[in-house]
């Protein structure tokens, strides 16, 4: 799994690091937040040292350019395609491990190992720690939201009241919200969009329950749910799945090219 995620994360820097600028406006090819992979500083263990070093120079390539190579820490069961940001090459295979459609009615699956990214007893601490993000429950206020849209947004539609899911992807996490205040409604697209307007949402895969000034979010997985699942990865690696075919799982029909020694 570490192989994996060291190739997936020398591939997507490579990827986006000549048009960071143009989204920025700053003379940086990588970040460390979410516009490029967040990174929260440098931890020094030999064994990421020696994973990166026996993958020196390994990236993924869709043909003569670099793939798309996202990743995120939990799915929730739910991959989604990356057609869903403009980019057809992203095609994650179905789960060996579970037969049901992507939607929102998995969000009912509370816990089920069938499911690579479900929490289960078994697990190293590091995986089992973040595998508990397959499920959450959050309680955000309405006045939460409200700042959120003037911080954030800088849209000012009264006291919000409400809000109103418009539509899904295929995989069930949430494309378009209309939030409906006292002077006026406002609608956010986009998974980061919307998860940063109400109130940092781990990811958009949700459902919810408005309950007096407050709205009760329960939803699954913790990020975009494009590329590659880091606990799904890890628990595929202890189930004996090699770097390659892990990578080949989440991104399609890629090949992994060392472009330089």
Not at 1 to 13: E, G
Not at 166 to 182: F, Q
């Amino acid at each position: 799994a570490l192989k994996a995620q060291a190739i997936a994360a020398r591939t997507h820097a490579l990827e986006v690091g000549g048009i960071k600028w143009h989204l920025l406006k700053e003379p940086f090819d990588v970040t460390d937040d979410f516009t490029t992979q967040v990174y929260r500083g440098f931890t020094n263990y030999k064994v990421i040292d020696s994973v990166v070093e026996s993958t020196r120079g390994l990236v993924m390539m869709n043909g003569d350019r670099f793939s798309i190579a996202t990743f995120f820490t939990n799915c929730g069961g739910s991959l989604e395609s990356g057609k869903e940001w403009g980019d057809t090459l992203i095609k994650p295979k179905a789960d060996a491990f579970y037969d049901l459609k992507p939607s929102i009615e998995i969000l009912k699956i509370k816990k089920d190992t069938s499911f690579a990214c479900s929490p289960s007893e078994d697990l190293p601490r590091v995986i089992k720690n973040e595998a508990k993000n397959f499920r959450w429950e959050k309680t955000v206020s309405l006045s939460e939201i409200t700042e959120s849209l003037k911080k954030n947004f800088k849209v000012d539609i009264g006291k919000v009241k409400d809000i109103k899911i418009l539509s899904r992807s295929e995989a069930g996490r949430v494309k378009e919200l209309e939030i409906i205040g006292t002077k006026g409604k406002y609608r956010v697209k986009g998974d980061w969009n919307i998860r940063r307007a109400l109130g940092n949402l781990k990811s958009s895969f949700f459902v919810f329950k408005k309950k007096g000034d407050s709205i009760i979010f329960k939803g699954g997985g913790w990020g975009h749910g494009i590329g590659m699942c880091q606990v799904g990865a890890g628990v595929r690696a202890l189930r004996g799945w090699k770097y390659e075919d892990i990578l080949r799982f989440y991104y399609g029909n890629v090949e992994l090219v060392r472009v330089y020694k």
